[in-house]
């Protein structure tokens, strides 16, 4: 029988960073501003997880994701922060936690392994707008 994923406490730190928790989870908390670009959150977001990998290699990590702003049609968001959220997140950073909180998801728990082998850079390639 294969052993049920584990489910952190999901404690959301009172500031941006990288954290270690009471439940031995490593927490990451960005705040995306209003002025913040698609390609400046995933930037942040990739940034902290090198950084709680650097720090406490391996421990299992919560992401708490807010967005100010960004508001738009799309769920109560605007497009570049809906795909960032629906289809960006699930595809290049869910597989790097354990577990993770953002506004258009709530809390979610990977149903697979947190993986710990992050590339060595982040490369965001936007559509060409014309």
Known sequence: MPEPPFIPAYRKPDAEGVWMQFDNTVAIRHIVR????????????????????????????????????HTGEYAGFDADFY??????????????LTGFHM????????????????????VVRMPDAS
């Open 83 to 96: 795909e960032f959220q629906q289809e960006f997140f699930f595809s290049t950073m869910a597989p790097f």
């Open 34 to 69: 209003a002025e913040d670009t698609f390609e400046q959150a995933a930037a942040a977001v990739f940034n902290y997880l090198k950084k709680a990998q650097g720090d406490f290699p391996d421990w299992p990590r919560v992401l708490y994701l807010d967005l100010e702003g």
């Open 103 to 122: 506004p258009l998801t709530g809390a979610l728990v990977n149903p697979e392994t947190q993986r710990n082998d992050l590339p060595d850079e982040l």
